[in-house]
T-cell receptor, first 117, second 116 residues
Framework: DGGITQSPKYLFRKEGQNVTLSCEQN?????MYWYRQDPGQGLRLIYY???????QKGDIAEGYSVSREKKESFPLTVTSAQKNPTAFYLC????????????????FGDGTRLSIL | DAKTTQPPSMDCAEGRAANLPCNHS???????VYWYRQIHSQGPQYIIH???NNETNEMASLIITEDRKSSTLILPHATLRDTAVYYC?????????????????FGKGTHLIIQP
């Protein structure tokens, strides 16, 4: 089945460590996104990428980094500079704008829950 | 993107239609209305979207008022599995977004509880 796979489902990090969250999609989507969700809150955009080897900062990019070396993959690294990394992280993808379908929805993975030890 | 207002929570009896309202009084002409839902500890699931006309798919119906300032998501026969937080989002169609983040802005949504 086509979809978005995030791994691991649960992740623990010691303070001062970097950690990388995986996101893979087989939907042939060009655009991919990372969001953060805190308890009882909506989603906030961290980074997004509309094409391979290109990505843009979202609203809360500080303390995070991403790469987009392959169309299918968009890993997110939570660095030690992120002072409050405990959250639920969600990856999404959508058809890119240039295909003329401008209003297509985003499809989400099931998330990774990151906790600090 | 225009701001939306939703009630924080709603109850609905199993088997009945669930009607979830959303106000978006500052919506502009090129903004679509999207609905997503999120079941606890899972990623959001796309439900439906529309611009002006009412829309229906296998999951739900979307009714948009003529002035486009509000909309209603209808789940025709609610089941216990429909218990979730429902998000109404208004955003510009991608071709017109002209730069800046292309992500979706999720508020707190409506927590819909289906009662047996």
């Amino acid at each position: 089945d086509g979809g978005i796979t995030q791994s691991p489902k649960y992740l623990f990090r010691k303070e001062g460590q970097n950690v990388t969250l995986s996101c893979e999609q087989n939907l042939n989507h060009d655009a991919m996104y990372w969001y953060r969700q805190d308890p009882g809150q909506g989603l906030r955009l961290i980074y997004y990428s509309q094409i391979v080897n290109d990505f843009q900062k979202g609203d809360i990019a500080e303390g995070y980094s991403v790469s987009r070396e392959k169309k299918e993959s968009f890993p997110l690294t939570v660095t030690s500079a992120q002072k409050n990394p405990t959250a639920f992280y969600l990856c999404a993808s959508s058809i890119e704008r240039d295909r003329g379908v401008s209003n297509q929805p985003q499809h989400f993975g099931d998330g990774t829950r990151l906790s600090i030890l | 993107d225009a701001k939306t207002t939703q009630p924080p929570s709603m109850d609905c009896a199993e088997g009945r239609a669930a009607n979830l309202p959303c106000n978006h009084s500052t919506i502009s002409g090129n903004e679509y209305v999207y609905w997503y839902r999120q079941i606890h500890s899972q990623g959001p699931q796309y439900i439906i979207h529309g611009l002006k006309n009412n829309e229906t798919n296998e999951m739900a119906s979307l009714i948009i008022t003529e002035d486009r300032k509000s909309s209603t998501l209808i789940l025709p026969h609610a089941t216990l599995r429909d218990t979730a937080v429902y998000y109404c989002i208004v955003r510009v169609a991608l071709l017109y977004s002209g730069g800046g983040a292309d992500g979706l802005t999720f508020g707190k949504g409506t927590h819909l509880i289906i009662q047996p």
